[in-house]
């Protein structure tokens, strides 16, 4: 574990939030840093300090975790980490059926699941944290997506992959897919998977600047977590209403 970043605020702030990034050097790719950012940051704005941490193989995994990032990577990012995460499974399934709040995109929502399996038909295994599973395809999914959410509105961002994950029973989908666009696996027409607190998806983008209601449902769970009650500020997101509509339009 080593810390990120440390804010304080002079006065007295609501309270301190504890955000742990997951390897940050293997698994952060297409943006993704940009999602502890706006957290980091948004979580400040709203009136609260923010340690930032982050965790890579071999460490040791911090206590007290409110709010868990984790981003997309290569094959070989996925393979670099797997024992590692392997061995932290048990920890992190505890963690989520404790309520603490998770975000992981692609690749690590990928090993989030039951498995990855590869186009050499190799087995990265998951930690089943996720009931889903994945197997490579043939071509990758690439491009602008939106979608439909039953409880965060419209989430706009931007897929790179080539994994075709199918849900079972215990996750609900993240959302519908809108228009153009793959999501899970091009066919089922949901994206990403939920389970307590926990988002899996594919969009990269950085996901979060456009997307400030899915950051502030995870600060309010984070904030749920440090034992606190949420009490949002009212913030001016016009530069982020702003990326959606230019985002929400562009082809795909
Ligand atoms: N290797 C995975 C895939 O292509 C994950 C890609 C990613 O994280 N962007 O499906």
């Not at 309520?99 to 990265?124: D, K, N």
């Not at 949420?230 to 530069?239: A, Q, V, Y």
Request: glycine share 16%; charged share 20%; hydrophobic share 35%.
């Amino acid at each position: 574990m080593t810390t990120m970043y440390t804010h304080t605020t002079q006065g007295a702030a609501k309270g301190s939030l504890r955000l742990l990034q997951l390897y940050p050097r293997d698994m952060n790719i297409y943006g993704d840093w940009g999602n502890t950012l706006v957290l980091a940051r948004r979580a400040q704005w709203h009136g609260y300090d923010v340690e930032l941490l982050s965790y890579d193989p071999g460490e040791d995994l911090p206590d007290e975790v409110h709010l868990l990032v984790g981003g997309g990577g290569q094959d070989s990012g996925q393979e670099r980490i797997q024992t590692d995460l392997a061995a932290r499974g048990p920890e992190l399934r505890a963690w989520a059926a404790d309520g603490v709040p998770m975000l992981v995109i692609c690749g690590l929502y990928q090993l989030f699941g039951h498995r990855f399996l590869t186009a050499e038909g190799s087995e990265i295994p998951g930690i089943g944290l996720l009931d889903a599973q994945t197997v490579a395809g043939r071509e990758r999914l690439i491009g602008n997506i939106s979608l439909d959410t039953p409880d965060l509105g419209r989430v706009v961002g931007y897929e790179n992959h080539s994994g075709l994950t199918t849900l079972g029973p215990g996750a609900r989908p993240f959302g519908t897919v809108l228009g153009e666009g793959a999501g899970n696996n091009g066919s089922d027409g949901t994206e990403g998977g939920r389970v307590h607190h926990v988002i899996g998806t594919y969009l990269h983008g950085s996901l979060l600047p456009k997307n400030p209601a899915v950051a502030d449902w995870l600060l309010a769970r984070a904030v749920e977590q440090a034992g606190l009650t949420w009490e949002g500020e009212d913030l001016d997101d016009t530069w982020a209403r702003n990326a959606r509509r230019v985002a929400g339009t562009r082809p795909r």
